[in-house]
């Protein structure tokens, strides 16, 4: 088990089968720097275009197609006094007839103060001289190459991972993504210092941090969607347009998490998660929204 | 201010511009025994026909159309020691192709022990031997009358609210509703003793409650949908099909109570909005579906 | 068979269990003057108000829930030289991000032809001055009153029919709708000189008919949804939102449609929808919207 | 102006930045045989994995991103007397609760007469003994590499083409696709003998054909969505989910066409749109579905 520092020196907007910029076995850690949506490093140097440049595709030595690659968040350090934000809320999460009397999309900054661990709005906004917001980061963006030599932008999500903006995925959180082309292909970036659900004005706090993942292949998992779990919980990702159906895929897949995995049958599938299943709003903001299902792992059979 | 012990003896599967069995003083407080949502009361009669039938109406004297009804959700008590769910998850939760494979939508029983206010599956369902759940009483449906003249299913939601079935509808919350008739015409009913997020069994723990609630007429708020208040947060909820457009209806609501109410600029509800923002799905069962849109109130502006 | 001179002296802004206004025989015809979406008639007097007031509702004998209500569309005449549009898309038939650049939803002024049957913009508008529209008339909102008790406004869609705005709803066409309160209580009136598919500026271009429908009796047909026929082809229609569940409505009612009354198994059913379908779109301007899945006749089995 | 014969010897499944087959100039004419959705070929041979494998990529020499490429469909010619098609309407075109009940998704063969230009259920089904279908060719997926060199799979659709599924796509029609990676690389395949609106089953009748298109550079057109026009219409193309999304697409595209190529005013735009547009749906069974919005000619201002 090694740790490698990753010193990116090419990003890639696109998810997808571009040659490798490391490569690693399975169960080493990995300790990157990222840059944020922009492109702009720690020191404010714009290294790479829109959207959402990522660090990567970093190959893990066994991973093939039908195996899980697990990626487990183990520390996110903010390296930069500064983010941004956008101004206004987008014209796709609100009414219509509202979008069209929304603020400019402005860019307007932030101090974030690294050693109380808080963000503020600088210059203060009237009306909001008391919002200090404490930092709660989380990766933006991150997943495998998608099947088939497929590439998405990285504005968007799917199967693969992508940019889901949920605020589950920070550190302490493990994710399994579903390996698709040999070595996985990981690639992460765009981190957020905070968001609100759903992240509906467009981005998160925007700014740079030093991440460390443990990333280790886990064979012939056969999975379809993104699946998670963190201190308290277990959770399935659905990534699609309208929410509806992306709540359909993360409604489906921890259903047949719990029948194949946990051993339960569909009835009592069913009854767990109809009285316990939480939902979470990830991105709808993107092309593909993001939904989470999760259950309270008290709730799981005992022998897991 | 007054305290009516109302006994419905009839019910309505309609909130509607029907007579009212009750007329009360704003102000006025009334406790009542709902029954469940197949209509059977706690005696095990039943009392009236699906779906949900509900309590009511209540004719809240000084109400208007403009006002707002403010519903303090004071008490639940479960009444019975029984409930009941759906053994499947609903077909329009899952995958389409996930669709036909689900158990049948039997009707399965629940042990409800009001001492120690748990609900355990009776007979128990292999694997779930340990699942004893906390009651979370909630109200499914409520609300009243809605504009026009119409009249809608307590199977479903809009403006005037209905069968939300949102988690968050229980004790110590406050709810208020845009009134669109004289009187206000307040109906409720379809009491759970637990549910999870989305309903997606299609029930939660049905069964019979007695419920205490403070009414409350407010001159001339002019609310679009209704908004609730708890001890932590203040939302706006937003009744639709997809899930995207009642997320809009949520999103530009409370976008709206913090520009009117809280005195905030659009570009500062933005920001607030943007980077605390919290979703809860309701209902995900019905025609149409919930999205709740939550602010803490710690982040609201001082003075209020 | 009489036929009835149907002079309506109030109006309903809902399809709902309200008093009839004219008590009519199966196999009956009414002849009607409509007054216009804002409540406008013939003579430019404002007879009720917003929106789409009705003329009915018309109690069928012996027509009860769970029989068909036959309506056949006679004859559509003209009786106002001028109608009116809105001059803007609707906010909800573009890109959220193009919502807020669209003109301002002014109402505009179109001249009728009785005589040519055509209508021109007046005054007209620089880039269309050679716009000249055949007159292609159609009832934009009609139906019966829906089950329950319930009572649905004009400007939205359901089972029961209601404002689907369909180009298919002119003289010649059939239309059966499924029966749910005694005596059916049929509505018509939004008639539309012509209307582009969708409606999407929100409204057709808005006048007044004489209108000439023949109502009839089909008992236990089992509707779930408004069905029609016109020269050459026979169509289902669904109302919901997103298009993507009217759709679903549409198709599955023809599916249905197909297999118990043309006597195809669901196999021959697919093949002959999935090879020979047509789909038209109704309204995207209200809260349901509307699809509706038509089939060449000649493409029926031949018994038939 | 040149004319090529075309032989694929590779074929791709995925629209994307793949090294081309073939490299033409603006204005030269390809003459090509495709091969089914399933990858076989005119003699029965499988020669390419699912999904839709495509002929090419063909480099256009001059082609940039900004520009469009003008694909004018001259001719198809099917070579092959067989087609197939899937038994059962796709779950996913159906209500929910319908979907459990559909036919198995079994492969079912059609002749195509060749000479009669006619296709039939080979061996027939009962209740259809009379459908003998003329053959209406069109291509069921084409278009060029995405931006920022993303890959989509030709299972789903975007604003690059892809498998739309559309019967507009047949001889004499025109189609423009906005270039986004240097040579456009233009991609065909999935061809259909016939097809009813939605592709419900999931499929045309799959069959293989000699297409002839002619490409030609537009420069600097800069396109959003591909765009066509037949005999007696122009039209605009949205891809997406849910359909109202694509009809956003679709109908804002058509709207930007008119006033910046047609030199119309946003109100007049919007009147022409608004009562004489017509919609048609592509497919509705891949992950984006397709909605065309067009208009007819003869309405268009009259010096075009």
Chains 1, 2, 3, 4 share one sequence.
């Not at 910029?21 to 829109?50: N, Q, Y």
């Not at 799917?158 to 292909?185: I, K, S």
């Not at 009854?271 to 259950?295: K, S």
Request: proline share 8%; with cysteine.
């Amino acid at each position: 088990m090694k740790t490698h520092h990753f010193v990116a020196d090419k990003w890639h907007n696109v998810l997808g089968s571009v040659p490798a910029s490391l490569t690693v076995e399975s169960g080493d850690t990995v300790i990157t720097e990222t840059i944020d949506a922009h492109g702009v490093d720690k020191d404010g140097v714009k290294r790479a275009p829109d959207p959402n440049p990522m660090n990567g595709p970093i190959f893990v030595v066994g991973a093939e197609p039908g195996d899980a690659l697990k990626v487990e968040i183990l520390r996110m350090t903010p390296i930069r006094p500064t983010g941004w934000t956008i101004a206004s809320l987008a014209e796709n999460v609100v009414d219509p007839e509202a979008a069209g009397k929304l603020p400019p999309r402005d860019k307007v900054n932030w101090r974030i103060d690294l050693q109380a661990q808080t963000a503020t709005l600088d210059p203060v906004v009237p009306g909001l001289e008391d919002l200090i917001l404490p930092l709660e980061p989380m990766i933006g963006c991150f997943g495998v190459a998608p099947a088939l030599g497929q590439a998405f932008s990285t504005a968007t999500s799917a199967e693969n991972g992508g940019n889901m903006d949920y605020r589950g995925f920070g550190p302490g959180t493990t994710v399994w993504f579903p390996v698709a082309a040999p070595g996985a292909l990981f690639f992460l970036g765009d981190c957020h210092a905070t968001q609100g659900d759903g992240e509906i004005v467009g981005t998160g706090i925007e700014t740079c941090f030093e991440v460390e993942v443990r990333l280790t292949v886990e064979k012939g998992r056969g999975l379809v969607w993104p699946r998670g779990e963190d201190a308290t919980h277990i959770f399935s990702v659905g990534n699609a347009r309208p929410l509806d159906q992306a709540l359909q895929h993360a409604t489906t897949d921890m259903f047949n998490w719990l029948v194949h995995d946990y051993g339960l049958s569909p009835v009592a599938a069913s009854h767990l998660m109809g009285q316990t299943v939480r939902y979470d709003v990830g991105n709808v903001f993107d092309p593909a929204y993001t939904m989470v299902c999760r259950i309270e792992k008290r709730w799981l059979p005992r022998r897991f």
